[in-house]
C-alpha cells in the first residue's frame, strides 16, 4: 500500500520576526532590506521572496541576478541586498521563517522605486518661415511622472507658457523667435532642462527713422550714408550709385555692422567728392524677398 501525506502550510502571527518597514528607493541605488529574528525563534529553514519568486531559500539564491546578494545569514539575521536598483525590483518582499513542516512565520514590506525626470524626446532647433505653424514637443519619463513647464528665454524672457509636453505657438511670427526652455521637474533629485532654439524666416525691412532718405554733408570731409534693414536671415546688400553702376559687394568703401535685430550697410566716402553727389540706393535681400530705399546725398 503506498500512503500520500498532504502538508499544509500555515502562517502564524507568533511574534519571531520584527515588523519590516516599506522602502522607497531612487533608481540606481542599492537597498537593504534586513529580517531580524528574535533569539528564541526554532525554525527549520527560510526564504526571501519577491512578490511570487523565491530569491534565497536559506544561503541559497535561486535567481541569476548579479545585482543580489545575501549580506547576512546568521541566525538572528537574514539580510539581502540589491544594487542599481530599477522598476522591476519594485513590489512586495516576504521573509519567511518555517517553525516546521506544517507552520510558518512571515513578515513583508513594499519597495517603491522612484525615477527622476529625463527627457527622451525633444525638438531639435528648428528654423521655419514666418506665419508657419510650429509644435514644439518636449517629452519625459520619470516615476512619479514629470511635470513640463515651458519658458521663452530669448528675447522675451516671458515666464512659464505651457505646462504640457507640447507647447504649440500657432501661426509664427517674427518676435516668436528665440530660446525656448522646457524643464521636467517630478521632486526627485534635480530638474533636467532642454533648450531650443527657434529661428523665423522673414523679408528684410529698411527703418526708414534710422536710414534718412535726405542726407545733407559737407564736401571734402569723410562720410557715411547707411541703410538700416532688419530680416532673417541676415540680408545682403547691393548699392546703386547716382551713374547706374552696381558698386562692387567686396569694394573697401562698403562696410556692415549687427546691432541687435538690425543689419546696416555703410557706404563711405574718404574725403567726399563734389562727384560724389547724387541719388544712392540700397537695395537689401534674403531668400524671403527684397526690398530697397534710395538716399540723395
Not at 522675451?156 to 504640457?164: C, E, F, L, M, N
Not at 562698403?254 to 563734389?274: A, V, W
Request: glycine share 6%; hydrophobic share 35%; proline share 6%.
Amino acid at each position: 500500500l503506498m500512503f500520500l501525506y498532504y502538508a499544509v502550510l500555515h502562517t502564524v502571527n507568533a511574534n519571531f520576526i520584527a515588523p519590516l518597514k516599506n522602502k522607497t528607493v531612487t533608481q540606481g541605488e542599492d537597498i537593504v532590506i534586513s529580517c531580524k529574528i528574535s533569539a528564541g525563534a526554532s525554525y527549520v529553514k527560510r526564504s526571501w521572496t519577491h512578490k511570487s519568486t523565491v530569491i534565497f531559500a536559506n544561503g541559497n539564491k535561486l535567481p541569476k541576478d548579479p545585482r543580489i546578494t545575501l549580506l547576512s545569514n546568521e541566525h538572528n539575521e537574514y539580510t539581502m541586498q540589491v544594487k542599481n536598483v530599477n522598476t522591476n525590483d519594485e513590489g512586495f518582499y516576504t521573509c519567511s521563517l518555517y517553525l516546521n513542516l506544517t507552520y510558518k512565520s512571515t513578515m513583508h514590506l513594499t519597495v517603491n522605486a522612484i525615477v527622476p525626470p529625463q527627457l527622451t524626446d525633444v525638438s531639435e532647433d528648428k528654423t521655419v518661415d514666418e506665419h508657419d505653424q510650429v509644435i514644439l514637443r518636449c517629452i519625459a519619463f520619470g516615476k512619479p511622472q514629470p511635470r513640463i513647464t515651458w519658458r521663452h528665454l530669448v528675447p522675451s524672457a516671458d515666464g512659464v507658457r505651457a505646462t504640457s509636453k507640447f507647447l504649440p505657438l500657432g501661426s509664427v511670427k517674427r518676435g516668436s523667435a528665440g530660446i525656448y526652455e522646457c524643464t521636467a521637474d517630478n521632486g526627485v533629485s534635480s530638474p533636467v532642462t532642454r533648450s531650443i532654439r527657434l529661428s523665423v524666416n522673414y523679408p528684410p525691412e529698411i527703418d526708414e527713422t534710422l536710414s534718412p532718405t535726405t542726407v545733407l554733408a559737407p564736401k571734402g570731409q569723410t562720410f557715411y550714408i547707411e541703410c538700416v534693414t532688419s530680416g532673417f536671415p541676415d540680408p545682403t546688400f547691393q548699392w546703386i550709385m547716382p551713374d547706374g553702376k552696381t558698386l562692387p559687394i567686396k569694394s573697401k568703401a562698403l562696410g556692415i555692422n549687427k546691432e541687435g535685430i538690425n543689419t546696416i550697410s555703410k557706404f563711405y566716402f574718404s574725403p567726399l567728392q563734389l562727384s560724389d553727389y547724387g541719388n544712392y540706393t540700397c537695395i537689401a535681400s534674403n531668400q524671403m524677398g527684397r526690398v530697397n530705399t534710395t538716399i540723395a546725398l
